[in-house]
């Protein structure tokens, strides 16, 4: 359901979206097609986003992928532990879409050449 409103956000503000089922389907989808930017939920099934973030950023081709991690998990430890692992962004649920899509936007404007 969130994931289906999230990408439904995204689309209406322009952005091409590819879905993934859990980290781990994430992991092999951003081998085969990189995407600009990845947004993250911390709580996903098989492999949670603190996982699937550490292991882009060890990886030398995601590295420095933007990855928002959003979460309903808006304690300070697990705000920490996303920044800890590599997000470039921490954002908590509810979110309205024009919030997303402004922080989307906005990291995207900060790894573009020529900023």
């Keep these: 359901m969130a994931r289906t409103l999230l990408r439904l956000m995204l689309v209406r503000a322009g952005f091409n979206v590819s879905e993934a089922e859990d980290g781990f389907d994430a992991l092999e989808k951003v081998k085969v097609n990189q995407p600009d930017i990845m947004l993250l939920d911390v709580m996903m099934p098989g492999m949670d986003g603190f996982?699937?973030?550490?292991?882009l950023r060890k990886e030398a081709g995601t590295s420095t992928l933007?990855?928002?991690?959003l979460s309903a998990k808006t304690d300070l430890d697990s705000i920490n532990?996303?920044?800890?692992?590599?997000?470039?962004?921490?954002?908590?649920k509810p979110i309205s879409p024009a919030e997303l899509t402004q922080h989307v936007y906005d990291v995207l404007k900060d790894v573009s050449p020529g900023k």
């Design 81 to 92: 532990q996303g920044m800890r692992v590599g997000a470039t962004k921490y954002l908590t």
């Design 66 to 69: 933007p990855v928002i991690m």
């Design 51 to 55: 996982k699937v973030c550490e292991a």
